[in-house]
Protein backbone atom coordinates (compact mmCIF):
# COMPACT_ATOMS: atom_id res chain seq x y z
CA UNK A 1 0.00 0.00 0.00
CA UNK A 2 1.60 3.22 -0.76
CA UNK A 3 1.44 6.57 1.18
CA UNK A 4 -1.01 8.19 -1.42
CA UNK A 5 -3.69 5.63 -1.80
CA UNK A 6 -7.14 6.55 -0.81
CA UNK A 7 -7.38 3.47 1.60
CA UNK A 8 -3.89 4.81 3.79
CA UNK A 9 -5.47 8.03 3.85
CA UNK A 10 -8.87 6.07 5.72
CA UNK A 11 -7.10 3.96 7.63
CA UNK A 12 -4.60 7.17 9.11
CA UNK A 13 -6.89 9.92 9.17
CA UNK A 14 -10.75 9.11 8.96
CA UNK A 15 -10.74 6.42 11.21
CA UNK A 16 -9.21 7.76 14.21
CA UNK A 17 -10.65 10.90 13.36
CA UNK A 18 -13.92 9.53 13.88
CA UNK A 19 -12.69 8.26 17.16
CA UNK A 20 -12.00 11.50 18.61
CA UNK A 21 -15.30 12.85 17.92
CA UNK A 22 -16.74 9.95 19.01
CA UNK A 23 -14.70 10.67 22.15
CA UNK A 24 -15.35 14.01 22.21
CA UNK A 25 -19.12 13.19 21.93
CA UNK A 26 -19.32 10.95 24.81
CA UNK A 27 -17.54 13.58 27.20
CA UNK A 28 -19.81 16.04 25.90
CA UNK A 29 -23.05 13.64 26.97
CA UNK A 30 -21.60 13.05 30.26
CA UNK A 31 -20.73 16.86 31.11
CA UNK A 32 -24.21 17.64 29.69
CA UNK A 33 -25.41 14.81 32.82
CA UNK A 34 -23.23 16.38 35.54
CA UNK A 35 -20.71 13.65 35.38
CA UNK A 36 -17.46 15.89 35.26
CA UNK A 37 -15.48 12.27 34.82
CA UNK A 38 -16.79 13.44 30.69
CA UNK A 39 -13.99 16.07 30.74
CA UNK A 40 -11.45 13.61 30.47
CA UNK A 41 -13.31 11.92 27.93
CA UNK A 42 -13.00 15.31 25.80
CA UNK A 43 -9.20 15.85 26.72
CA UNK A 44 -8.76 12.68 25.19
CA UNK A 45 -10.56 12.93 22.23
CA UNK A 46 -9.08 16.85 21.51
CA UNK A 47 -5.43 15.09 22.08
CA UNK A 48 -6.53 12.22 19.98
CA UNK A 49 -7.72 14.91 16.81
CA UNK A 50 -4.50 16.79 17.86
CA UNK A 51 -2.09 13.63 16.86
CA UNK A 52 -4.39 13.05 13.38
CA UNK A 53 -3.74 17.13 12.29
CA UNK A 54 0.12 16.29 13.54
CA UNK A 55 -0.08 13.18 11.23
CA UNK A 56 -1.94 14.76 8.17
CA UNK A 57 0.80 17.50 8.50
CA UNK A 58 3.45 15.11 8.81
CA UNK A 59 2.69 12.96 5.49
CA UNK A 60 1.43 16.19 3.76
CA UNK A 61 5.26 17.52 3.77
CA UNK A 62 6.82 14.29 3.60
CA UNK A 63 4.82 13.33 0.45
CA UNK A 64 5.47 16.98 -1.41
CA UNK A 65 9.27 16.48 -0.86
CA UNK A 66 9.10 12.91 -2.63
CA UNK A 67 6.89 14.20 -5.31
Do not use: C
Request: charged share 10%; hydrophobic share 55%; aromatic share 16%.
Amino acid sequence: MLPTDPQFIYIILVLPGLFGLALIGDGLNRVVHEEWVGLISIIFGLTFLGIVVFTYLFFSSYLGLKI
